[in-house]
């Protein structure tokens, strides 16, 4: 790779120890895509959540957090993606204070480090959307398709130790989604069917997703008769990403950058109601007793959460089901500050801050309350907790509220 | 004389060890159970088998970024795949492998998924891009 005086300077440890291991991961990472050189980034979003980085991860980030200040103070904001522990109501999820004291660790280490701890996979929508053409150095799958895509923002899926050393150097390899090439449509689908909800939008990402299946596939959407929102397009990218690995999607006329094929456009995959039934049908498990209902991954906005609020409103659920409603912190104040928290937990929920269940321990809060039937309305989450012992089901966000208050799958 | 096969420049250092072959995907957080070493999710083509010390041989990556992170805790607590062989991965398992120490090659010439076989003694060397078939002759 090509480095300027500064890259060079950092890889020979003139700016310290810490900003030469970022500089030297970076280039591993960069020669291996074949990156010519660097590109600066705006912002850093930080997937750090403690499942994933165990002991020997909170040891890696302490070792950070103790160079001195200058040494270790990231050069561009960096904020982070959903944790591991709400304090507030940990034990209540069966997540024990082995889990809560490594989660304090962490977040004292990066804390010492300047990142901000904003704790969400909706950066885009609660704490600052990206421009068009903004390299950045995003760390969920989800905000990253969200920002190139809908956005035009530019960023490869950056894990927590790539973009913290993005954050720590100011830049990343320039390979991938930062790249024009890099950015053209490769697969094509067309729509016969319009979503009802939020889980419907995540089917149609999944199938996509299962469709295209790399993460160097590009799709194009095209027969949307609406505009389908900021919300569904969230559900939508997250399941893509999740399904498929997939960075990117064109929805011509809706998302921010023309489709543009690397050859002749392909012949169109078509997508109806069967296809989207046959998905769902995937989930399906009416009359099982219902353990816990999780509405998460994404994150939900102001607006879902209000819809989670009408829906419980007068309500009571079921003794046996448990239901999370999962929000960044930002968010939950809002909910707070509105009433919209205290009519949710009105019913018996309960509304978790800066969290997303399935960066949680979800295999231990599965052991530990017993919990076997999970309900959402997120196809992202029934995709991934299929490796956590769950058995999953997907349905829109009323039927798992009604579900949750009769105490089983309906 | 060994299989060669040729790939793109990987990550890590040379290792040799014994193929577990299948033609799917993988993430660390979607389908092992990190605690066993095992492959969990019911799906995958290799529920219920160990990873642990074995070279792994899949397709392309799963949605997620866990990956990054997790290879290296999973070095640490000595319930990790000996190396990684993939047709083609995304960002998140190399930066994991770069992260964690775990040698990483990919883009072979044909499907390395079916170019190798459970069972074979593989020697990785992510640097030249080979991988040798030692127990089978070209």
Same mark, same amino acid.
């Given at each position: ?42 912002? &850093?979003?930080?997937? $750090?959540? %403690? ?5 020997? *991860?909170?040891?890696?980030? +302490? /070792?950070?957090? @103790? ?95 790539? &973009?913290?050393?993005? $954050?720590? %150097? ?5 390979? *991938?989604?930062?790249?024009? +090439? /890099?950015?053209? @449509? ?225 | ?138």
């Amino acid at each position: 790779m090509r480095l300027n005086d500064e890259e060079k300077a950092m890889l020979a440890g003139e700016l310290g120890e810490i900003r030469r291991w970022a500089m030297a991961h970076q280039i591993a990472v960069g020669e291996f895509f074949d990156a010519a050189d660097f590109v600066a980034v705006s912002q &850093a979003h930080i997937m $750090a959540d %403690t499942e994933s980085l165990g002991e020997a *991860g909170v040891r890696f980030l +302490e /070792g950070l957090a @103790a160079a001195p200040q200058p040494a270790r103070q990231v050069r561009v904001p960096a904020i982070t993606d959903p944790r591991g522990i709400d304090f507030a109501i940990y034990r209540r999820l069966g997540q024990n204070a082995a889990m809560a004291a490594l989660e304090r660790r962490a977040i004292a280490a990066l804390s010492a480090c300047g990142v901000l701890m904003t704790d969400t996979c909706i950066n885009y929508q609660t704490i600052m959307a990206p421009l068009r053409c903004e390299h950045l150095a995003y760390g969920d799958t989800g905000s990253v398709i969200y920002a190139n895509s809908v956005l035009g923002a530019r960023s490869n899926f950056e894990g927590g130790p790539s &973009a913290l050393a993005a $954050a720590l %150097t100011g830049r990343t390899p320039r390979y *991938g989604y930062h790249l024009d +090439e /890099g950015r053209r @449509a490769t697969r094509r689908f067309e729509l016969a069917v319009s979503p009802r909800d939020l889980s419907e939008w995540g089917a149609l990402g999944a199938i996509v997703g299962e469709a295209c299946g790399s993460y160097w596939q590009v799709p194009v959407i095209e027969g949307l008769t609406t505009v389908p929102g900021s919300d569904a397009l969230k559900h939508f990218g997250a399941a893509l990403a999740s399904f498929g690995s997939v960075a990117l999607f064109h929805m011509p006329g809706m998302t921010a950058e023309g489709a543009v094929f690397a050859g002749s456009p392909p012949k169109p995959v078509q997508i109806g109601p069967p296809e989207i039934a046959a998905f769902l049908a995937r989930y399906g498990a009416s009359g099982d007793k219902l353990d816990v209902v999780v509405f998460a991954a994404p994150q939900l906005s102001l607006y879902e959460i209000a819809a989670v609020a009408d829906a419980l409103d007068g309500r009571l659920v079921d003794p046996g089901t448990t239901v999370i409603v999962a929000t960044s912190p930002e968010i939950k104040h809002a909910a707070d500050r509105m009433g919209l928290t205290s009519r949710i937990e009105a019913s018996g929920a309960v509304v978790a801050q800066g969290i997303c269940f399935y960066q949680s321990y979800a295999r231990e809060m599965a052991e530990a309350k017993g919990w076997t039937r999970l309900m959402t309305n997120s196809a992202k989450l029934v995709n991934i907790l299929g490796g956590y012992g769950y058995r999953s089901s997907l349905a829109s966000l009323e039927r798992c509220i009604d579900s949750a208050v009769a105490g089983k799958v309906l | 004389m060994p299989i060669l096969l040729r790939c793109h420049r990987g990550i890590g250092l040379e290792v040799s060890g014994i193929a577990l072959v299948a033609a799917d995907n993988f993430s660390a957080r979607y389908d092992l159970d990190r605690s066993r070493g095992i492959f969990s999710r019911p799906s995958h083509k290799l529920a219920g088998e160990s990873y642990v010390d074995r070279i792994l041989v899949l397709d392309g990556a799963k949605g997620g970024v866990a990956t990054a992170w997790m290879l290296r805790d999973m070095r640490a607590r000595g319930i990790v795949p000996r190396a990684l062989i993939f047709n083609r991965v995304n960002p998140i398992l190399a930066q994991g492998a770069a992260f964690g120490g775990v040698a990483l090659v990919d883009r072979f010439t044909g499907d390395v998924t079916q170019l190798l076989r459970t069972g074979d003694m593989l020697r990785v060397d992510p640097t030249a891009g080979r991988v040798e078939i030692l127990n089978r002759d070209a």
